[in-house]
């Protein structure tokens, strides 16, 4: 782990802290302007996440995804540290992991989701995403692109936007962020292929 990447980490999660404090209701704010083209084009299954501490809340973005028609499944770290997605339905009971995660039973169905929504530290427009230095995301992200097509969409306070991020050979990109200010688009040559959808209406 780069000295760099450590002191950002460090930065970024006191900025996120005030940016949380001063608009508690951004993630209301953010599920209003999600586009659905997103679900349309890349769903139904749809992994999402729980908040922990000042990450914004995607509860609203999960009921609006629900009511288009959404399968949910939230991540679950194993015992070997290897991260898949377990399908969840609201009101289903979560078991209390490390670090303060909620997950489903291991015994719930694992499922392959296409459209991933993640938390993050900190973004930049070249898509690099600045998350815990776990890895959990990274090698989880891979392995669901090698089993075929996968949009991933950051959600983020505006204000987490930085000017670069130091990338390394195992990090996984985003291919879209979106904040209560609106969308952020990734200027790299995926976002411009087919992978990027239409957000124009």
Known sequence: MSEDKQNLRTEMKVLRDELAARDPDAGETLADKFPLKLLERYGPT??????????IDPRPLMSKLIGAGAKLALPCVQDDGTMVYRAYTRGDMLEKRPFGL??????????????????LLAFDRNGNRLGYGKGHYDRALSRLREQGRVFVCG???IGQEVESIPAEPHDVPLDWVKTERGSIPIFMM?????????LSS
């Open 102 to 119: 909620l997950e489903p039973n291991p015994d719930v169905p694992e499922v392959h989701p296409t459209l991933v929504i993640a938390p």
């Open 155 to 157: 959600l983020a306070f």
């Open 190 to 198: 995926r976002a411009m292929s087919e992978n990027a959808p239409d």
């Open 46 to 55: 749809v992994a999402v996440y729980l908040p922990i501490g000042s990450e």
